[in-house]
């Protein structure tokens, strides 16, 4: 998937001075985060004790030996838990394509936050997928890249360049497979987007991503003309080199 968010969800905790406090957090095992936040924690726990901060986080991990669902029912529990404004969890870790589906249960941190604090993330991705309805409501924990591939023994062998843009990489795609045609290679595919069904709505934000007027432009709208012509491009990938 690409850029493939996952956000950490402060909401508030009241600190009392001289008292412990205990911080629950959830994470779902299969998220991405699942590898990075616990070290975290432990680091974080570790430097509450040496410096007597009396704060402690307790990490609790969604797991298939003990949530026998997929990531969509960790989503659905995340909205139970939020509709009956339940207290159980202080940080909710969750992939940042649902801001919208958890926006309006979150605190604004530009609130909770300095303002120093809040700047050094502004001008990063957190710009783009934290906020809601102006709100910063998370901060990231990961960023996930994908990249694309390409088989440089065809190239070589058939005298093309590396494709820049997709309309390159749909016309060299179309003439490596014709030539390979030509010997009886008809198990060849030209583009595989790794496109999981379950995952549709990741694979075409990663893939309008790459329509971006430019490199330092924000991440398109889903209603922008530079939607719809990422919609008219990979159906045309499909439809040109990604099908027999």
């Given at each position: 998937?690409?850029?493939?968010?996952?956000?950490?969800?402060?909401?508030?905790?009241?600190?009392?001075?001289?008292?412990?406090?205990?911080?629950?957090?959830?994470?779902?095992?299969?998220?991405?985060?699942?590898?990075?936040?616990?070290?975290?924690?432990?680091?974080?726990?570790?430097?509450?004790?040496?410096?007597?901060?009396?704060?402690?986080?307790?990490?609790?991990?969604?797991?298939?030996?003990?949530?026998?669902?997929?990531?969509?029912?960790?989503?659905?529990?995340?909205?139970?838990?939020?509709?009956?404004?339940?207290?159980?969890?202080?940080?909710?870790?969750?992939?940042?394509?649902?801001?919208?589906?958890?926006?309006?249960?979150?605190?604004?941190?530009?609130?909770?936050?300095?303002?120093?604090?809040?700047?050094?993330?502004?001008?990063?991705?957190?710009?783009?997928?934290?906020?809601?309805?102006?709100?910063?409501?998370?901060?990231?924990?990961?960023?996930?890249?994908?990249?694309?591939?390409?088989?440089?023994?065809?190239?070589?062998?058939?005298?093309?360049?590396?494709?820049?843009?997709?309309?390159?990489?749909?016309?060299?795609?179309r003439y490596i497979l014709d030539e390979e045609k030509k010997i009886n290679n008809t198990n060849l595919i030209g583009y595989n987007g790794l496109f999981v069904d379950n995952e549709v709505?990741?694979?075409?934000?990663?893939?309008?991503?790459?329509?971006?007027?430019?490199?330092?432009?924000?991440?398109?709208?889903?209603?922008?003309?530079?939607?719809?012509?990422?919609?008219?491009?990979?159906?045309?990938?499909?439809?040109?080199?990604?099908?027999?």
């Amino acid at each position: 998937m690409f850029n493939y968010y996952i956000i950490l969800i402060i909401i508030l905790i009241c600190i009392d001075i001289g008292k412990s406090v205990d911080i629950n957090t959830i994470i779902f095992s299969e998220s991405g985060a699942y590898y990075v936040f616990p070290d975290i924690v432990n680091d974080f726990n570790k430097y509450s004790k040496i410096n007597n901060l009396n704060i402690n986080i307790n990490l609790s991990s969604i797991t298939r030996t003990n949530f026998t669902h997929s990531a969509e029912d960790y989503e659905s529990l995340l909205d139970y838990l939020f509709i009956k404004k339940s207290n159980k969890y202080d940080l909710v870790l969750y992939d940042s394509i649902h801001k919208t589906r958890f926006g309006p249960h979150l605190l604004n941190l530009k609130d909770r936050l300095s303002h120093e604090h809040v700047e050094m993330y502004m001008e990063g991705i957190a710009n783009q997928t934290c906020i809601y309805n102006n709100k910063l409501i998370g901060m990231p924990i990961i960023v996930d890249v994908n990249v694309l591939y390409y088989n440089q023994d065809y190239l070589k062998q058939y005298n093309q360049s590396v494709p820049r843009i997709w309309d390159d990489l749909i016309k060299v795609g179309r003439y490596i497979l014709d030539e390979e045609k030509k010997i009886n290679n008809t198990n060849l595919i030209g583009y595989n987007g790794l496109f999981v069904d379950n995952e549709v709505v990741c694979s075409t934000y990663e893939f309008l991503y790459s329509f971006r007027n430019s490199i330092n432009s924000p991440f398109p709208e889903m209603t922008s003309q530079e939607a719809v012509n990422a919609l008219e491009k990979i159906k045309k990938i499909k439809n040109t080199i990604s099908s027999g």
